[in-house]
């Protein structure tokens, strides 16, 4: 025991994210922080723009979808296992509205621009072999671009809140909510992959047209991974700051001892419901991301193991670390692609030693991993500030 | 629904709830017991199932058992059934859930998140190379004379179940009852029950907690290679049938409530009678694609909001530290 301030001889167990820690404004993490995000934009003035270019977007949508799970599992510790509800949800407005777009511009009646809608308008090629009469009632108005992004939002969020707001109320936690979450993911999943002629079944909705905003044509994969680089920017930026307010604050502390913070006077439940709703929020914008980057969508969003590959993301990265889950969807990803591509095999086995490795040997991942190391190597000078990640 | 259509309903619901009951016994004591979040469960059903591939197929053991044979001079014909099969299965998974315990679980007692994510990993390693192994086909299996077919006193009338769901049903019971005398009857089932109660108390009174540990694991693991072995005799095997079962096992489980033996048996009875009635009224009433499907999302659905109004499930435990 040194005689220093008390807070160097509390036991340092979560990294730098105690709650105990002393508040302030991190400058020196947050510049950089800036300077990693920054750097996702250099990938694509170098990347091959056909091939490797859309499948980063993709990833890039993917390390969106890790940083929601790292907010309610890295920094409330409640680990989702059907967080691919969320991303489905967003990924499968924004594919109606671009296979109706689609359909539409197929057809090529005169009559209906691209984005106009009614009871005659072109049905999607799964809606023909369903034998469908014309276009469900509900799914026509999503042909417009800008309402099913909205939706695409909008329900993740809504959905999120709703179920966490009665998830929570009724106090399930730990291991109950992880395998309720999967439970409802799993329900999902089997109405999606079997009712073909609305959703279209196991193939889900491949072949979709280009996204086109403000009547500009996402041609090129370039200007996609500009938007989809800004939007991963803006929400980890946004989670920096939720992070390092009072509500994350609140946040951290419900992950190391719930049960004192509810002693406090708070209620951890509208806390989670909240972080919840914004996870929901950030998981159902990355699925609509990833169906603009790949042009597809399917079931698989909503399975179980896109959803634990999600948790490997972060628990590879680091949980409760904000770099973390981007860079371990992008490593993981990357190792993926080139694995598959070399010993198709051999990925799964990969994949499975590194779950078995990261939680054996690496518990709070290599951000984590790094931090400790810096942390050992930085030993004998007693200095107050952690070392930036 | 007429009573034939009601016989076929109950028939499926036998069958189904046998095979959850079997599923999620094994997980009642790994995860409501042991607290360890056994994502591997499903695909060591898996290897239960390729286990009884391997010792009934004619092609696979009874060919080099017999080949063996002959090499002492004895021409043998041997045929392997199920009979044989639901004891292999039990050992060899059994054996492989005592390897996993002492390589891997027994590090991670106290993170059961962890565990969740570790032996997800397992199931992935042990899939790919069931795959690498035997193929990615679908492996068929073939029964004893005596299973196959109606039992005489049951044909012609509504409730013609077939022999091989009552025998399926006579197991899981063999099961249960087993699991039950083994745990509030014997010696060493008081030694777990008083592990899982209070580890370092039991340890202080001289019980070796690593041995029960991996035997509990051990026993557990082997009671899905029986279900799998079962499973492969009703249903198609396939290398990734895990994922399909596991979820299903883990509700029933949850819905039962943790740390309840009679919570998987009363659990499972409810969510395969529910799933295979409500499916049969919807493929009787509605002209729907795909009833089996929804039939499943509306049990999943319910158990939910099941859980969500009783979150302790079934049987329920009123001990905080279940959280």
Redesign the interface.
């Known amino acids: 025991m040194t005689k220093s301030a008390p807070e160097t001889t509390v036991p340092d167990t979560h990294t730098e994210n105690s709650a105990i820690e002393a508040s302030g404004f991190p400058t020196g993490r947050f510049v950089v922080f800036l300077v990693l995000l920054g750097c996702l934009y250099s990938p694509a003035f170098f990347l091959d723009p056909f091939y490797r270019l859309p499948q980063f977007n993709r990833f890039l949508a993917l390390a969106l979808f890790a940083l929601s799970v790292d907010l309610i599992w890295g920094y409330t510790g409640l680990?989702s296992?059907g967080q691919g509800l969320y991303f489905g949800i967003g990924g499968y407005f924004i594919a109606y509205s671009l296979k109706l777009q689609k359909a539409a511009l197929d057809a090529g009646n005169p009559a209906f621009g691209r984005y106009d809608w009614g009871p005659d308008m072109a049905m999607t090629d799964y809606m023909f072999q369903g034998q469908l009469n014309e276009v469900p009632l509900l799914i026509r108005p999503l042909i417009n671009i800008y309402t099913a992004g909205f939706l695409a939002v909008l329900v993740p969020t809504l959905v999120a809140t709703f179920f966490g707001w009665?998830?929570f109320r009724?106090?399930?936690?730990?291991?109950?909510f992880?395998?309720?979450t999967?439970?409802?993911v799993?329900?999902?999943f089997?109405?999606i992959?079997?009712?073909?002629?609305y959703t279209g079944g196991v193939d889900g909705q491949p072949g979709l047209a280009n996204l086109e905003l403000f009547e500009f044509e996402f041609k090129n994969y370039f200007h996609l991974n500009l938007v989809i680089v800004t939007i991963l920017c803006f929400f980890a930026l946004l989670s920096f700051f939720l992070i390092q307010s009072k509500f994350g604050k609140i946040l951290t502390a419900i992950r190391d001892n719930e049960f004192r913070v509810t002693a406090l006077g708070y209620d951890t439940a509208m806390y989670k419901a909240f972080v919840f709703a914004f996870a929901g929020l950030m998981a159902g914008v990355a699925g609509a991301l990833s169906v603009c980057a790949t042009k597809s969508a399917g079931p698989q969003f909503f399975s179980?193991?896109e959803s634990?590959t999600v948790?490997?993301f972060v628990?590879v990265g680091g949980r409760g670390t904000l770099i973390g889950p981007i860079l371990g969807a992008l490593l993981v990803s990357v190792g993926q692609d080139r694995i598959n591509s070399e010993f198709t095999?051999?990925w799964?086995?990969i994949?499975?030693?590194?779950?078995?490795a990261?939680?054996?040997f690496l518990?709070d991942g290599i951000v984590g991993g790094l931090t400790r190391a810096a942390k050992w190597f930085n030993r004998p000078a007693l200095d107050p500030e952690p070392t930036p990640t | 629904m007429d009573s034939t259509q009601f016989g076929e309903a109950l028939s499926n619901s036998l069958s189904s709830s046998s095979i959850l009951i079997l599923a999620a016994l094994g997980l009642a004591i790994t995860f409501g017991v042991m607290r360890v979040i056994n994502m591997a469960h499903g695909d060591m059903m898996m290897l239960g199932a390729y286990t009884a591939y391997v010792v009934t197929d004619r092609r696979m053991l009874p060919r080099a058992l017999n080949h063996l044979l002959g090499l002492i001079g004895i021409d043998a014909d041997i045929d392997l059934n199920i009979f044989v099969a639901i004891p292999a299965s039990f050992l060899v998974v059994g054996f492989v859930g005592y390897l996993l315990e002492v390589c891997l679980i027994q590090f991670l007692y106290d993170r059961p998140l962890d565990t969740l994510l570790a032996t997800w990993g397992v199931g992935l390693i042990m899939q790919q190379s069931i795959n690498l192994t035997f193929g990615a086909n679908l492996v068929p299996m073939h029964l004893p004379e005596m299973l196959q077919g109606t039992p005489e006193i049951l044909q012609g009338t509504a409730f013609a179940i077939p022999s091989l769901r009552l025998f399926i049903v006579g197991v899981t019971l063999f099961c249960l009852f087993g699991v039950y005398w083994w745990f509030f009857q014997t010696m060493s089932g008081l030694k777990i029950r008083a592990v899982v109660q209070n580890r370092e108390m039991a340890a202080a009174l001289g019980v070796s907690t690593r041995q029960v540990d991996s035997i509990t694991f051990a026993f557990a693991s082997g009671l899905a290679g029986v279900a799998g072995c079962i499973l492969a005799h009703l249903y198609n095997t396939k290398y990734n049938m895990g994922g399909d079962y596991v979820v299903d096992a883990f509700t029933v489980v949850i819905l039962g409530g943790m740390g309840q033996l009679a919570g998987a048996a009363g659990g499972g009875a409810a969510i395969g009678t529910g799933n295979s009635f409500i499916e049969k009224l919807l493929s009787v009433f509605t002209k729907m694609d795909s009833p089996a499907a929804m039939a499943k999302f509306f049990i999943l659905v319910l158990v939910v909001g099941f859980l969500l109004v009783r979150p302790s499930g079934l049987f329920a435990t009123k001990e905080r530290s279940y959280d």
């Open positions: 680990l296992l009665i998830v009724s106090g399930i936690k730990g291991v109950y992880s395998l309720v999967q439970a409802l799993f329900a999902v089997t109405i992959s079997t009712q073909r002629s179980i193991e634990i948790v490997i628990a095999q051999a799964p086995i994949l499975g030693c590194l779950f078995i990261v939680v054996v518990p």
